[in-house]
């Protein structure tokens, strides 16, 4: 940033951090005005579809384009053969990894020797329409050799296993241990050992607009790529490399963005392909992915399998985890391993734990390839260790509520060192929260004590009903930072420019908020412009709940900056000391008279006129640029209490009460908070209960439409129910954590949770993530025939619903 | 190649389609009406969603031939030409209906559908009228408080939304 100021300039306004102020988004997209991708249309633009593999693991022996390229309409039918002239490799570097590195794990921009899982693309066709470009693609022919496939993680490792990809020599990617402390020790000490395996599926991102890239060739050569990513500036730099480009030849734009949830982090052969393709072909080309597409292409994310043991002392106090975590990385790694270092890492949650130790194992499969959606390895994370709470509470007959209790970190030893390292090496510190008012809080509201009286009373009835809880910690707002450039306009109004992305989730308000207030100005005053690499030179994009802290950051600090300059400014134009100054409704007034200098006034005179006097003391043009760094993350926490009802002969669960409490630190917009917060729950509420990712043995998927693939839809729902708590971040200027993944990580662990709680009569564990009713059935049949026609009886319930 | 005349928020629109063209495409790359939105193309998530003679449909699971004489409605035309907002676009944007605004659309016609037969719906009346538009963004309820403050305002002022 352009010099830090020394005092506080002096500002006077009503603030608007902390109000419900509607959003600044809302009016084009309310109207139908909105411009998402496939609504960008350009003189002569041509459009494209791609030939995907029909089988998991094949050797490609030829592909045929001649009947497609004869067809009418149709301009070209492209191999990776084809596009080579254009690239300076014919496989994608690894993401957000700018240090060189082995790379036989990342994609290809198109396959030409072999495909390693259904949907991977193969052939570009371009033709007049979408309509003819699907038509030609159908009538591309390829000879494949079929392959053994490695369906299943854990088989996949044995050295016998088949390949992946024939390039590789083990489908294990990589290998490693998470851990401190004398674990064997603990276990040597502990009171009791519990024990559990759990698996959670692999379900999809679901952004109801899928991806899609245009490649528009521009006069003289230039590209302009508008691609529908969570990541402008990292396709940029990408496209740079892969295309051998210089940075003024490229431009990345995001136009609206039809929600993010992960698969739109990653960068995608599509979006080299396409841009290859518009300067082979010198025409301006369009793909958009359609919903098959979506669920045979973007990234999808959760299937793990967790063994953990855990040790107890005899008070129920955490003494030791170990365990195994194995991860299905699918047929190739965009990432290397961030997911399950995160899951990893993230195990112990808002718990003191003194001794652990995990082997991590990240598994090439025959599937899509696996990057994050929505939580990235967190939502395993807590799953694995809220359902071992839970196994503890019953093993030793307390109540679960209790057992977490006894392990949570105190409010006063906040800042909390875990010994842990974070992905940027930095120490693990959870910089504040208070997890025990957070849970007492929640267990409150949700009526927990009273809970096992009236599951006593539904049984009498024959309902079984039940309660479940969860508790989440979340390191949010990544570094290493964020750009925030704020520009006062000729006419006064204020603009910020800034690399983060905005994807539907109200950054442009929430960031308009925070440079209103530092500037005397209404929200409305203040445009923001976000993803266009040609408007702002530095950026990151979105992932880890880090835009609103990180750009806010910057935002904030090069706003202050702006109203300190304006000040200066004025100080000097009207001589008049700096102290006598104040900034109130976009001018700097002198504060006992009535001249002022409105901000456009002293834009206009700080933008230079050639052969006019120049204001003593500050640098020309009232703007300022921050790039507020940092290492470390703020920790966000969630407690979420729910409540359901199962019906045992259906195997059917009806979700009848939740309560979810969030501490995201300051909110900025409390309605963009409270909106991020139920959207979260929602789909974490999908991944306990409907989604499911479905291959079969041969790594066919069966699960390719809406119908067979279920997504929450509005009568599945009870009313949610919020609290909020506000423990400000001391890591970051404006207090803030991040909220956008809060929602979904403890979500289908609170879930199952109650769903567990209400069989209790059955003695179910449930160690699985979604249990769709015919899991849940399955497991309801096998107990009642262990339990051989016994009818439930008082003593059956777990002991924690003992009054 | 078919000549299709409709009336679309109003206004005559006439534009050649193959046979095989759906309604959503038609209105999106041929007439450029681009409010209306694809989510998935087989007739689940409702983003597609128009009123073709004042009842509710798919766009993607139609053809533009099909539509041809229609009365076709789009969230382009529920705006005042002045600009005002429907009270439902209003109530969108003050209980935060909507977040990445794609399933918006769809989730506007439906409901202005819903409002139309059944002024003032029950909560569950709203949940049931808007289980085919799927939203990945909001969770939902502010959808459906969004609807029940219309449906509440139009009872107290008794005037139809
Ligand atoms: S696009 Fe028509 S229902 Fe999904
Ligand atoms: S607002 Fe994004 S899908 Fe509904």
């Given amino acids: 940033m352009t010099g830090t100021p020394a005092s506080q300039p002096r500002v006077v306004t009503r603030p608007s951090v902390g109000r419900p102020v509607p959003r600044l988004e809302d009016l084009p997209l309310l109207t139908g005005a909105g411009r998402y991708l496939d609504d960008i249309e350009l003189p002569e633009l041509l459009h494209c579809a791609f030939v995907r593999s029909p089988v998991a693991h094949a050797r490609i022996e030829r592909i045929d384009v001649e009947a497609a390229r004869a067809m009418d309409g149709v301009h070209a039918v492209l191999t990776l053969a084809d596009l080579m002239p254009k690239l300076t490799s014919g496989r994608m570097p690894l993401g957000a990894s700018p240090i060189k590195g082995e790379n036989s794990s990342t994609p290809f921009v198109l396959a030409d020797r072999e495909v390693a899982y259904v949907g991977e693309p193969i052939v570009l066709v371009v033709a007049h329409s979408r309509y003819l470009a699907e038509d030609a693609a159908a009538q591309v022919q390829v000879d494949f050799t079929p392959l053994p496939v490695a369906s299943d993680a854990r088989a996949a490792m044995a050295p016998d296993s088949p390949l992946v990809r024939t390039e590789l020599k083990s489908n294990v990617l990589n290998s490693f241990k998470v851990g401190f402390g004398d674990v064997e020790a603990a276990f040597a000490g502990a009171a009791h050992v519990f024990s559990d395996v759990l698996s959670q599926h692999r379900g999809c991102g679901h952004s109801m607009e899928g991806r899609g890239v245009l490649a528009e060739i521009r006069p003289g050569d230039e590209l302009c790529v508008w691609s529908s990513t969570q990541m402008p500036h990292d396709l940029y730099y990408m496209l740079q490399t892969m295309l051998g480009l210089d940075q003024d030849a490229l431009r990345v734009v995001t136009p609206d963005v039809g929600g993010g949830f992960g698969p739109k982090y990653c960068l995608y052969p599509e979006e080299v392909a396409l841009p290859a393709a518009a300067r082979l072909l010198r025409r301006s080309l369009k793909w958009v992915e359609d919903r098959r597409e979506t669920f045979i292409s973007s990234i999808q994310e959760r299937d793990q399998y967790w063994s953990v043991e855990v040790a107890v002392d005899a008070e129920a106090r955490l003494l030791g985890i170990r365990g195994s975590l194995v991860h299905d990385q699918g047929a190739y790694a965009p990432k290397p391993v961030n997911l399950p270092y995160n899951g990893a890492t993230a195990m112990s949650g808002p718990y003191i734990l003194p001794a652990y130790s995990m082997d991590v194992h990240v598994v090439h499969t025959n599937k899509v390839p696996v990057s994050s959606v929505r939580g990235a390895g967190y939502p395993q994370a807590v799953f694995a260790m809220e359902r071992t709470m839970d196994l503890i509470a019953a093993g030793m007959g307390l109540d679960r509520a209790e057992v977490r209790r006894r392990n949570l970190i105190p409010p006063e030893q906040m800042p909390y060192t875990k010994k842990l390292k974070a992905r940027s090496g930095a120490a693990m510190v959870y910089d504040s929260g208070d997890y025990p008012a957070s849970q007492r809080e929640a267990l409150a509201a949700a009526g927990w004590d009273d809970f096992p009286e009236r599951q006593k009373r539904a049984l009498a009835e024959g309902r079984y009903i039940g309660i479940g809880m969860a508790n989440a910690v979340k390191g949010t707002g990544r570094g290493p930072f964020e750009s925030g450039v704020v520009r006062v306009g000729q006419n006064g109004k204020v603009s910020i420019f800034t690399g983060a992305a905005a994807m539907g989730q109200g950054l442009a308000t929430a960031l308009a908020q925070i440079c209103a207030d530092q500037l005397a100005v209404p929200p409305e005053d203040v445009t923001v412009i976000s993803g266009d690499t040609s408007k702002t030179p530095l950026g990151l994009g979105g992932f880890a709940s880090r835009q609103l802290v990180t750009a806010g950051s910057s935002v904030h600090l090069a706003a202050r900056a702006v109203a300190e300059k304006a000040i200066r400014a004025a100080s000097s134009i009207l001589e008049v000391d700096e102290d006598q100054l104040e900034l109130r409704e976009g001018h700097v007034h002198v504060r006992d008279g009535n001249r002022s200098l409105g901000l456009g006034e002293i834009a206009r005179m700080l933008r230079g006129a050639p052969g006019y006097a120049f204001p003593a003391g500050v640098d020309p043009g009232l703007e300022a640029s921050a790039q507020w760094r940092t290492d470390s993350l703020a920790y966000a926490n969630a407690c979420h209490v729910v409540e359901v009802e199962v019906e045992p002969t259906l195997g059917s669960v009806e979700i009848t009460r939740y309560v979810a409490l969030n501490d995201s630190g300051r909110m900025i917009n409390p309605m963009i908070v409270e909106g991020q917060v139920q959207g979260g729950i929602v789909h974490g509420i999908g991944n306990a209960l409907y989604e499911f990712m479905g291959y079969d043995d041969s790594c066919q998927p069966v699960t390719t439409t809406f119908q067979e693939y279920l997504l929450v839809t509005a009568t599945e729902l009870p009313r949610l129910e919020t609290i909020f708590r506000e423990t400000p971040s001391p890591k970051n200027p404006i207090g803030a954590k991040g909220v956008g993944e809060t929602g979904t990580i403890p979500a289908a662990a609170a879930v199952i949770s109650a769903v567990e709680n209400a069989l209790a009569p059955f003695g179910i564990r449930i160690s699985q993530t979604p249990v769709p009713p015919q899991s849940l059935f399955r497991l309801i049949e096998a107990a009642r025939q262990s339990q051989a026609g016994q009818p439930p009886r008082r003593k059956d319930l777990p002991d924690d619903q003992e009054t | ?161």
């Fill in chain 2, 1 to 161: 190649m078919y000549e299709i005349e409709l009336l679309i928020n109003g206004r005559p629109f006439r534009g050649a389609a193959e046979a095989r063209t759906t309604l959503a495409d038609f209105l999106r790359h041929t007439l450029r009406l681009t409010g209306t939105h694809l989510g998935c193309e087989h007739g689940v998530c409702g983003a597609c969603t128009v009123l073709v003679d004042g009842v509710s449909a798919r766009s993607c699971l139609m053809l533009a031939v099909q539509a041809d004489g229609a009365i076709v409605e789009t969230v382009e035309g529920l705006a005042e030409h002045d600009g005002t907002l429907h009270p439902l676009q209003q109530a969108f944007r003050d209980a935060h209906g909507l977040q990445c605004g794609f399933c918006t659309p769809g989730m506007l016609m439906t409901l202005v559908e819903l409002l139309r037969e059944t002024p003032h719906p029950s909560e569950d009346e709203v949940r049931d009228a808007i289980s085919g538009n799927i939203c990945r963004c909001t969770g939902y309820q502010s959808i459906v408080d969004a609807t029940l403050a219309v449906a509440g305002a139009a009872g107290t002022e008794g005037s139809e939304p």
